[in-house]
């Protein structure tokens, strides 16, 4: 069954501006990750946040996870037309070897030149 | 480096006809593996993971099967695909709980 749940579906912006996509999870979790789907290519890995963090920075993304409210954010900050793309977010099954992710629906980001 | 490599990238197949979809990794060794596919607007369905050479587990039940006949090579196959086999299919290895994906193959059954 399906774990992390994108919110919302679809977000249109202009460029320069911040986009925020959320998450919700179901389970408890050791960590959250994001991953970043250019149209018709294979899913990146953008950012692992534990569950024993509450931000983390990359460039210019931003993601928060509150442990308490079972939920994720994932910040664009300063958007380009090139952050246009499906974003979603993954959460462990279980862990060790038998190591597998969930994926949610994804939040397409379309960013407006 | 890691990289990972599917092909084809694209491939039209009748009802009926057998499949083979390859993906191979190259600077690791004993990998995590996956098959994921995606249909139009849709997340991601585990179709089948490794973690080992002829280790499968398969998620769901469907006229898929997977096979990894080398450490480093996973394999997905049909004996007859069904127009519903359509979609987007990623392979993937897992390194700290992190996944890589391949460029996927779009594949359409008529």
């Known amino acids: 069954s399906q774990q992390g749940e994108e919110d919302p579906q679809a977000l249109s912006i202009q460029e320069g501006e911040n986009a925020t996509m959320n998450c919700s999870y179901k389970?408890?979790?050791?960590?959250l990750q994001w991953y970043r789907q250019n149209s018709g290519r294979g899913l990146v890995h953008l950012i692992l946040?534990?569950?024993?963090?509450r931000e983390k920075h990359s460039g210019r993304l931003r993601v928060t996870l509150d442990t308490s409210k079972k939920s994720s954010s994932l910040l664009i900050t300063a958007s380009r037309a090139a952050d246009t793309a499906s974003y979603f977010c993954?959460?462990?099954?279980?862990?060790?070897?038998?190591?597998?992710?969930?994926f949610g629906k994804g939040t397409l980001l379309t960013v407006n030149p | 480096s890691q990289t990972i490599h599917q092909w084809p990238a694209t491939l039209v197949q009748p009802v009926g006809s057998p499949l083979s979809l390859e993906c191979t990794v190259e600077?690791?060794?004993?990998?995590?593996l996956y098959w994921y596919r995606q249909a139009a607007g849709r997340g991601l369905q585990l179709l089948f993971y490794?973690?080992?050479?002829?280790?499968i587990s398969s998620e769901v039940p469907q006229n898929l099967s997977a096979s990894r006949p080398q450490d480093r090579q996973f394999i997905l196959s049909s004996k007859k695909l069904l127009l519903s086999d359509s979609g987007f299919y990623l392979c993937?290895?897992?390194?700290?709980?992190?996944?890589?994906f391949g460029p996927g193959t779009r594949l359409t059954v008529l």
């Open positions: 993937a290895w897992s390194v700290d709980g992190r996944e890589f």
């Open positions: 389970t408890s979790i050791n960590n």
């Open positions: 946040i534990r569950s024993n963090e």
């Open positions: 993954a959460t462990p099954i279980s862990g060790g070897s038998n190591y597998k992710l969930t």
């Open positions: 600077g690791t060794s004993n990998p995590n």
């Open positions: 490794s973690v080992g050479i002829g280790q």
